[in-house]
């Protein structure tokens, strides 16, 4: 009896097993990549063991993974995958936020309130005197705001790497020309340097900074040489009182329950739009609110800034780098560099 000829897998048949095989790279470069970059972050040992488990890792994936896609049913190798993955996503679990850990001198104190009406009583203001990014005199001050005599809403941006990137900072200006600045921001360890990338895989917490002027926007503009911009955000009184409480209930909260900094989505913009969409429901999203150096735009099109301006005279207008870094230490360091600031409509 002759053979029955084996016919080919129909194209469709054959198509769907391409596409599962391309799936399945996909999640496993994914994983690899994860895993890797988690155990960089945070492996114990020091960098070299880091460096050493996160290869172990990979190889661990990569090998497991191949295995089991080439052959669906090779249930030992799937196990082998499963179970370096449950390990793994336990370890990862333990990896919780502190507020008790060796904090660099400008995130060592947290900023706490009490409130009294319209009274508020600050502590642990911020107001250093920098000299150099590691020379500078630490001072604390314990400051009293009223409320009631709020007057401004200014949004800062300081763009420390290139056009796209900016750090977002909102100064509150009371009719005595006091202005205080709040700023969230990573809360790095004692000699720890800054990482984007590590940013994503927990391992520095969020610090929520109220300062003076002349601290936290002369730092930038004088020690770091990051361009430092300058905007009025118009918004009624009740909004701009809210918006300040705002972030005293979320100093309160951090100081009660920390939290990792995360750098796609609990930075130092997403909070303060998620604070912001609690006072005005119904803000759209934007990816101007990730790439936050392009936030002027999108402050802008909402009908926050002032009017009667272009986008581009409002930043020329608004660069306050030069003005910060000439104004002397006897000045009035806020009036300085609000010298030629649009605040009303034209």
Partial sequence: MPPVPVQPRPLLQRAAAIAVRAVGILLGLVLAGFGALA?????PGGRLAAVALAV????????????????????????????????????????????????????????????QGSEVVLYNVRNFDWRGEDDYTARWETRRYDLDRLRSVDMALSYWMGP??????????????????????VRKERHEQFSALAG????????LVAADERDIL????????????????????????????????EAESLRNTPRFYQTLTANCTTIVYAMMQRIAPGLPL???????GY????????????????????????????????????????????????????
């Fill in 39 to 43: 155990l960089w972050s945070h492996a």
């Fill in 286 to 292: 934007d990816l101007r609110l990730l790439a936050s």
């Fill in 56 to 115: 172990l890792w990979v190889i661990w994936v990569g090998t497991t993974g191949l295995l089991a896609s080439a052959d669906p049913r090779a249930w030992r190798a799937w196990g082998l995958l499963t179970a370096g993955c449950v390990l793994l996503g336990l370890w990862w679990g333990t990896i919780t936020p502190s507020n008790d850990r060796v904090w660099a001198a400008d995130v060592a104190r947290t900023l706490r309130a009490e409130r």
């Fill in 164 to 185: 796209a990137i900016a750090h977002t900072l909102v100064s509150f200006g009371f009719d005595d020309g006091r202005q205080l600045v709040f700023s969230v921001e």
């Fill in 295 to 346: 936030l002027p735009s999108y402050v802008q099109e909402v009908g926050a800034l002032t009017t009667g301006y272009s986008l581009q005279e409002l930043k020329a207008r608004g660069r306050i780098t030069e003005r910060a870094r000439q104004a002397g230490p006897n000045a009035d360091f806020s009036a300085a560099i609000r010298q030629g600031l649009p605040v009303q409509a034209r």
């Fill in 218 to 249: 002369g730092v930038r503009a004088r020690v770091r040489d990051e361009d430092v911009y300058l905007y009025r955000v118009h918004m009624p009184a009740p909004a701009m009182r809210a918006l300040f409480e705002q972030y005293l209930d």
């Fill in 200 to 207: 994503f895989f927990k391992r520095y917490e969020l610090a």
